[in-house]
C-alpha cells in the first residue's frame, strides 16, 4: 500500500506565552523571520532533550542547498511521514507526541524545523526556498528508508506542504488549516489544481484565521484521483484538530486516525 507524502499548513500559528505548541496570529512577522538567517544553535542529543516532552527519537541534521536543517526522527520503515510545523517557535516540537504515535503504528517519521526553527541554518536564499527545504526533508526520509513519503503540514506547515509538495516529491499531501495565501508559495488554489497526488485538506468551520470555503473549492478543483476534505471540529486549529499537542499524555482524535491512514495510503478510510 502507497503511503501519502502530505504537507499541512495554518494561517497564524506560532508560540504564546510558554506553551510551545501555542499559537500565534503575528504572521508578517513570522513571514519575515522566514527570509532571515538561521542563529547558531547546538543540537540536542534526543527529541525529548530538545522538545522537552517523554518521546523517543534522535536529533538529526537535514543537508539542503544553502544550509542545513533540524529534525527529529522517530520509528523506521518503509512508510514515510513529513511533519511540518505551525508558526510555533517551538517548531518542529508541536508535532512530537503525535510523531511518536504515529510512529507507534509503523511509521518513519522526520518532524523538520524550517529555517529560523530549532537549531536549523540557512542562507538567505534556502530561507526563501520553501521547495528546497521540504524537498531536502523528503529525500532524508527516503534516505532512512521510506518508500512513500507523505507531506503532512499544519498551518504554515500546511499551505507549505500543498503549495510545494508534490514538486519536492511527496507522494501525498496532507493540509491542516492551511491559510490560502503565504509568501513565496504558490497559493492554495493554483497550488490544489496542479495537485495530482493524493490530497487530503482539513479546516474547521469556525476558525476565523483561515478560508474554510475556499480550502473545500481547492480541493474540488484539484485533478487528483484521491482527495477528500474533512471538517475540524469546533475553532481547532492545525495539529490542535488532531491532539492536544505537547501534552505528555495527549488525547488523539478521530482526525489523526484518519491522517494516519492517509499516511498509510488507505485514501477511502
Known amino acids: 500500500m502507497t503511503a ?4 499541512l499548513v495554518m494561517a497564524g500559528c506560532g508560540t504564546s506565552g510558554s506553551d510551545p505548541g501555542g499559537d500565534s496570529t503575528d504572521r508578517d512577522a513570522d513571514a519575515g523571520a522566514s527570509r532571515t538567517p538561521s542563529v547558531t544553535r547546538s543540537m540536542p542529543a534526543s527529541v525529548e ?3 522537552k516532552v517523554p518521546v523517543k527519537g534522535e536529533m538529526v541534521t ?3 542547498p544553502g544550509g542545513t536543517l533540524s529534525a527529529g526522527a522517530i520509528g523506521d520503515g518503509t ?3 513529513l511533519l511540518l510545523h505551525q508558526t510555533s517557535g517551538a517548531g518542529m516540537c508541536g508535532w512530537a507526541t503525535y510523531g511518536a504515535w504515529l510512529a507507534d503504528k509503523g511509521v518513519n517519521v522526520l518532524m523538520l524545523d524550517f529555517c529560523t526553527h530549532g537549531q536549523s541554518q540557512c542562507e538567505d536564499a534556502l ?5 528546497a527545504q521540504v524537498k531536502a526533508g523528503v529525500d532524508a526520509l527516503r534516505k532512512r528508508g521510506a518508500t512513500s513519503v507523505t507531506v503532512v503540514g499544519a498551518s504554515l506547515g500546511g499551505v507549505v506542504a500543498l503549495g510545494v509538495g508534490q514538486e519536492a516529491g511527496a507522494d501525498a499531501i496532507v493540509d491542516l488549516s492551511g491559510p490560502m495565501e503565504w509568501p513565496g508559495v504558490p497559493d492554495s488554489t493554483s497550488a490544489a489544481k496542479a495537485t495530482t497526488v493524493p490530497l487530503l485538506v482539513s479546516g474547521a468551520a469556525a476558525d476565523t484565521g ?3 470555503a475556499g480550502l473545500e473549492a481547492a480541493v474540488a478543483a484539484s485533478p487528483a484521483t484521491d482527495k477528500r476534505f474533512v471538517p475540524m471540529p469546533g475553532q481547532a486549529h492545525g495539529w490542535s484538530g488532531i ?3 505537547m501534552s505528555v499524555n495527549p488525547e488523539f482524535t478521530p482526525l489523526a ?3 494516519l491512514k492517509w499516511v498509510q495510503g488507505d485514501y477511502a478510510g
Open 4 to 7: 501519502s507524502m502530505t504537507v
Open 49 to 51: 532533550e530538545r522538545c
Open 62 to 64: 537535514v543537508s539542503a
Open 79 to 81: 512508510t514515510g511521514a
Open 127 to 131: 530561507s526563501k526556498d520553501w521547495t
Open 210 to 212: 483561515i478560508d474554510v
Open 243 to 245: 491532539s492536544d499537542g
Open 257 to 259: 486516525t484518519i491522517v
